[in-house]
């Protein structure tokens, strides 16, 4: 089962509840997986809704979690 507080975790790699560019790239290059810069900083940015340049656990889970339909009346 897929736990979002682990993956967060596993993302932040210095432990201050924020996901930066360079930690995602890390991550991502230590699982096989070379991105440019500019790539890593289009995902960070989609996930960054504050728009503070990181990511944090709430805008990491709100991305994410499925998302349910909204139900129509």
Do not use: C
């Not at 996901?19 to 995902?43: F, H, I, P, W």
């Amino acid at each position: 089962m897929f736990n979002v507080f682990e993956a967060f975790n596993s993302l932040d790699i210095n432990d201050d509840g924020r996901v930066t560019v360079e930690e995602m790239k890390r991550m991502l290059e230590s699982r096989g997986y070379y991105v440019n810069e500019k790539d890593v900083a289009q995902v960070v940015d989609k996930m960054d809704k504050n728009r503070n340049g990181t990511v944090s656990y709430h805008e990491f889970k709100e991305e994410m979690m499925p998302k349910s339909p909204t139900r129509r009346a």
